[in-house]
């Protein structure tokens, strides 16, 4: 799925999609590139829901996020080829016990439907550990964590979650890798015919 900024939700766990912030095919690519950045992130990842007061995002928030998301990155694949670094899980816990979560009420909108919304303005402990936890769920349920895959697209960096049926998925994305992975085949059955 793409969204403002070049941000993906396709990873398939909020703590992934952060992760894939920086990562992707063929070479990494910055996308908190700002505090509009961070809170499109956000909303899209379903951190805060829509409407969420984000005036208080700033800089300081987007390193912070892009913290988390180094450690993520590291953490997961770390897991992936074999063991993660006990410093850097002390550091998991540690964002993920920072602060507690925040407080989302249920509201009815003006169309009669309900939507959730903050009690408060967010504070930005309390949404980073939001998604460290995300991480941590993640990490320890052996079915979840044993769905956990690596993108075949040439030179991508993301970790995704295969839910397919079969578990035969191999892209992050069909849209992004698997179509580049299909025009590449193409062009070199192309390539090959008088």
């Known amino acids: ?20 912030t920086a990562g992707g095919a063929a070479f990494a690519v910055e996308r908190l590139t700002d505090p509009g950045a961070l809170a499109a992130w956000l909303v899209g990842a379903g951190v805060v829901p829509p409407g969420a007061p984000l005036d208080a995002v700033d800089a300081h928030w987007v390193a912070r996020f892009r913290a988390l998301r180094d450690l993520l990155a590291r953490t997961v694949r770390a897991e992936l080829l074999g ?25 009815r909108g003006p169309d009669g439907a309900l939507a959730g919304i903050l009690a408060g303005p967010p504070d930005c402990a309390a949404l980073l550990a939001a998604v460290a936890r995300d991480a941590v ?32 998925r191999r892209w992050c994305s069909s849209e992004v890798c698997g179509n580049r992975a299909r025009v590449a085949r193409h062009r070199r059955r192309a390539g090959r015919t008088p």
């Open 137 to 168: 769920a993640l990490l320890t349920d052996p079915a979840v964590r044993g769905q956990l895959r690596q993108c075949a697209g040439e030179g991508c960096t993301l970790v995704y979650l295969d839910t397919s049926r079969g578990r035969r």
């Open 1 to 20: 799925m793409a969204a403002p900024y070049g941000l993906r939700f396709d990873c398939g766990r909020t703590s992934l999609d952060l992760a894939a």
């Open 83 to 107: 063991r993660a670094a006990a410093s850097d899980l002390t550091l998991l816990n540690a964002a993920a016990g920072a602060a507690p979560p925040p407080a989302v009420q249920v509201v």
